[in-house]
């Protein structure tokens, strides 16, 4: 009985052994996989860094559950270095914060209370009969020299707390003669202008304008935005006009 025993023991220690030494060999050839799946992927991400590296879903799981705790995501990051048995794995790269998209200025130019400048009948002055939507701040329209001449209009706006400031509107204009429509931004109160190009020629119809301004106007407490025009009649008995409406201005907060 004893001698039965001692060797029945003896087996099952041989059984043991042997099935950890296969259980062993067995998971170092899927890390192994797993790193090599790894270091394939971080090969293709100099090239195509938007890669999604579908080897690292076969090579890095046995049976379909991954050999350690995000085993996928070390594989896709390239990160040979922890692929091990019990490896405490790679933490999954935190989403990136959305920008909280703020609208800071949405005016349907329906009259000039916020506005100040050239503003008067004969200048910059609101035509409730025509706009994109509703009525719309004008310069000329009426025939004779009326509105002819250089006028500006300017709004104080700060962009203190934003980025990524958008400017856009709609606008509409006829020159008969010569002319030109302008949207620039000042970012120390309007003694100097950035503007984003004088309009020149016709648009007949309604036409949508957006720029983006540039990094200096970012997290500034003295912006102000200019809508000017210029307007040569070539015949009294024609009338040329440019009109603005809906312009607002977004950006994003500042975390």
Known sequence: MIIIAAVL???????????????????????????????????????????????????????????????????????????????????????????????????????????????????WHINSTYGYSGSSAMKGWTTGSTGGGYAEITHAQSMFGYKNIIVSFWSSRIFRASGYLAVDASVDGGAHWIGTGQMFGDEATWTYHQYTLPSEFENNPNFVIRISSSLLYSAPSVSSYVAVDDLTIIGDAIS
């Open 9 to 123: 023991g003896i087996a099952a220690v041989v059984v043991m052994i042997a099935t950890g030494s296969f259980g062993s060999s067995q998971s170092a050839a899927y890390m192994n996989a797993c790193k090599e799946a790894a270091s394939q992927c971080k090969a293709t991400h100099y090239s195509v860094p938007m890669d999604p590296c579908q080897i690292c879903q076969a090579g890095c799981n046995q049976s379909g559950t991954e050999l350690f705790q995000n085993a996928v995501i070390c594989c896709k990051a390239g990160r040979l270095d922890m692929i091990y048995a019990d490896s405490p794995g790679c933490q999954p790269p935190a989403p990136p914060i959305p920008p909280t998209r703020v609208e800071l200025l949405n005016d349907d130019l329906s009259d000039f209370s916020a506005w100040s400048g050239s503003i008067s009948t004969a200048q």
